[in-house]
Protein backbone atom coordinates (compact mmCIF):
# COMPACT_ATOMS: atom_id res chain seq x y z
CA UNK A 1 0.00 0.00 0.00
CA UNK A 2 2.75 2.26 0.85
CA UNK A 3 4.65 1.14 -2.80
CA UNK A 4 1.29 2.57 -4.02
CA UNK A 5 1.16 5.67 -2.56
CA UNK A 6 4.57 6.30 -3.42
CA UNK A 7 4.65 5.74 -6.99
CA UNK A 8 1.03 7.88 -7.15
CA UNK A 9 3.25 10.40 -5.60
CA UNK A 10 6.49 10.28 -8.33
CA UNK A 11 3.55 10.17 -10.91
CA UNK A 12 2.25 13.39 -9.93
CA UNK A 13 5.69 15.00 -9.57
CA UNK A 14 7.04 14.15 -12.48
CA UNK A 15 4.24 14.24 -14.73
CA UNK A 16 4.70 10.67 -16.37
CA UNK A 17 2.86 7.29 -15.44
CA UNK A 18 5.41 4.79 -16.71
CA UNK A 19 8.09 5.96 -14.34
CA UNK A 20 10.31 7.49 -16.44
CA UNK A 21 11.30 11.21 -15.74
CA UNK A 22 9.87 14.36 -17.23
CA UNK A 23 10.08 17.61 -15.93
CA UNK A 24 6.76 18.61 -14.39
CA UNK A 25 6.58 20.22 -11.25
CA UNK A 26 3.16 22.30 -9.76
CA UNK A 27 2.47 23.30 -6.59
CA UNK A 28 -1.14 22.07 -6.68
CA UNK A 29 0.14 18.43 -7.92
CA UNK A 30 2.82 18.36 -4.61
CA UNK A 31 -0.01 19.34 -2.28
CA UNK A 32 -2.48 16.81 -3.36
CA UNK A 33 0.27 14.25 -3.94
CA UNK A 34 1.91 15.02 -0.19
CA UNK A 35 -1.70 14.74 1.21
CA UNK A 36 -2.68 11.54 -0.23
CA UNK A 37 0.78 10.06 0.65
CA UNK A 38 0.36 11.29 4.42
CA UNK A 39 -3.34 10.12 4.50
CA UNK A 40 -2.76 7.14 2.85
CA UNK A 41 0.33 6.05 5.76
CA UNK A 42 -1.01 7.74 8.44
CA UNK A 43 -4.50 6.77 8.81
CA UNK A 44 -4.08 3.27 9.05
CA UNK A 45 -2.14 3.34 11.89
CA UNK A 46 -4.41 6.34 13.63
CA UNK A 47 -7.41 3.68 13.15
CA UNK A 48 -5.76 1.00 14.21
CA UNK A 49 -4.34 2.87 17.49
CA UNK A 50 -7.78 4.23 17.71
CA UNK A 51 -9.86 0.56 17.81
CA UNK A 52 -7.30 -1.35 20.12
CA UNK A 53 -8.60 0.71 23.36
CA UNK A 54 -5.50 0.96 24.96
CA UNK A 55 -3.75 3.84 26.43
CA UNK A 56 -0.13 4.52 28.55
CA UNK A 57 -0.15 5.85 31.50
CA UNK A 58 3.09 6.98 33.60
CA UNK A 59 4.17 5.05 36.56
CA UNK A 60 5.20 7.10 39.21
CA UNK A 61 7.27 4.69 40.74
CA UNK A 62 9.71 3.68 37.47
CA UNK A 63 9.10 6.44 35.52
CA UNK A 64 8.13 4.26 32.37
CA UNK A 65 4.74 4.44 30.50
CA UNK A 66 2.11 1.51 31.27
CA UNK A 67 -0.03 -0.17 28.89
CA UNK A 68 -4.12 -0.18 30.46
CA UNK A 69 -6.38 -1.32 28.31
CA UNK A 70 -10.07 0.92 28.73
CA UNK A 71 -13.32 -1.04 28.78
CA UNK A 72 -16.00 -0.46 25.89
CA UNK A 73 -18.17 2.02 26.54
CA UNK A 74 -20.89 -0.35 26.91
CA UNK A 75 -19.57 -2.42 29.67
CA UNK A 76 -18.20 0.87 31.29
CA UNK A 77 -22.46 2.02 31.60
CA UNK A 78 -23.35 -1.43 32.71
CA UNK A 79 -20.82 -1.48 35.47
CA UNK A 80 -22.59 2.32 36.26
CA UNK A 81 -26.39 0.50 35.89
CA UNK A 82 -25.11 -2.17 38.09
CA UNK A 83 -24.04 0.14 41.25
CA UNK A 84 -27.07 2.26 40.92
CA UNK A 85 -29.23 -0.48 40.89
CA UNK A 86 -27.11 -1.90 44.60
CA UNK A 87 -27.81 1.86 45.89
CA UNK A 88 -30.82 3.23 47.57
CA UNK A 89 -32.67 6.17 46.68
CA UNK A 90 -31.57 8.64 49.02
CA UNK A 91 -28.07 7.56 48.55
CA UNK A 92 -28.32 7.88 44.62
CA UNK A 93 -29.54 11.56 45.48
CA UNK A 94 -27.21 11.78 47.69
CA UNK A 95 -24.01 10.96 44.98
CA UNK A 96 -26.39 13.25 42.23
CA UNK A 97 -25.66 16.04 45.00
CA UNK A 98 -21.66 15.26 44.89
CA UNK A 99 -21.58 13.18 48.21
CA UNK A 100 -21.29 9.66 46.75
CA UNK A 101 -18.43 7.08 46.86
CA UNK A 102 -17.73 7.04 50.66
CA UNK A 103 -14.86 4.47 51.29
CA UNK A 104 -15.13 5.41 55.18
CA UNK A 105 -18.32 5.73 56.09
CA UNK A 106 -17.67 6.67 60.04
CA UNK A 107 -16.10 9.57 58.34
CA UNK A 108 -12.58 9.61 60.17
CA UNK A 109 -10.43 9.43 57.62
CA UNK A 110 -12.90 11.66 55.04
CA UNK A 111 -11.06 15.01 54.41
CA UNK A 112 -11.87 18.44 55.35
CA UNK A 113 -13.71 19.25 51.67
CA UNK A 114 -15.00 15.81 51.64
CA UNK A 115 -16.79 16.23 55.17
CA UNK A 116 -18.11 20.03 53.65
CA UNK A 117 -19.06 18.74 50.50
CA UNK A 118 -21.23 15.45 52.15
CA UNK A 119 -22.86 18.23 55.07
CA UNK A 120 -23.66 20.22 52.26
CA UNK A 121 -25.22 17.73 50.61
CA UNK A 122 -27.55 16.67 53.87
CA UNK A 123 -28.56 20.18 54.49
CA UNK A 124 -29.86 20.32 51.12
CA UNK A 125 -32.19 16.95 52.58
CA UNK A 126 -34.94 17.46 54.47
CA UNK A 127 -35.61 14.54 56.07
CA UNK A 128 -31.56 14.53 57.30
CA UNK A 129 -31.91 18.15 58.57
CA UNK A 130 -34.91 17.92 60.64
CA UNK A 131 -32.95 14.92 62.16
CA UNK A 132 -30.36 17.22 63.13
CA UNK A 133 -30.31 20.43 65.22
CA UNK A 134 -30.40 22.50 62.22
CA UNK A 135 -34.24 24.48 61.71
CA UNK A 136 -33.54 25.33 58.52
CA UNK A 137 -31.26 25.23 54.79
CA UNK A 138 -29.56 28.45 56.07
CA UNK A 139 -28.64 28.22 59.34
CA UNK A 140 -27.52 24.21 58.41
CA UNK A 141 -25.06 26.13 55.36
CA UNK A 142 -24.05 28.61 57.46
CA UNK A 143 -22.74 26.24 59.94
CA UNK A 144 -21.17 24.09 57.75
CA UNK A 145 -19.44 27.04 56.06
CA UNK A 146 -18.02 28.13 59.45
CA UNK A 147 -16.84 24.52 59.65
CA UNK A 148 -19.10 22.79 62.19
CA UNK A 149 -19.84 19.50 60.11
CA UNK A 150 -20.21 16.87 62.76
CA UNK A 151 -24.35 17.75 63.52
CA UNK A 152 -25.26 16.59 60.37
CA UNK A 153 -22.92 13.79 59.42
CA UNK A 154 -23.57 12.42 62.43
CA UNK A 155 -27.08 12.10 62.35
CA UNK A 156 -28.72 8.55 62.41
Known amino acids: MRLAAFTCLWSLLTGSSNGLAQ ?3 SRRAFLVASVSTTTAVVMPLVASAATTGKR ?3 NEDT ?3 DQVEDPSWQDAWKDR ?3 AQSMSTDEVFMAARGAGN ?3 PTGENMSESSKKRR ?3 AC ?3 TLRSKSTANDIKECTARVFNGETDFILKVD
Open 124 to 126: RDD
Open 56 to 58: YVL
Open 119 to 121: AMA
Open 23 to 25: PYY
Open 102 to 104: TVD
Open 63 to 65: GEY
Open 81 to 83: LDK
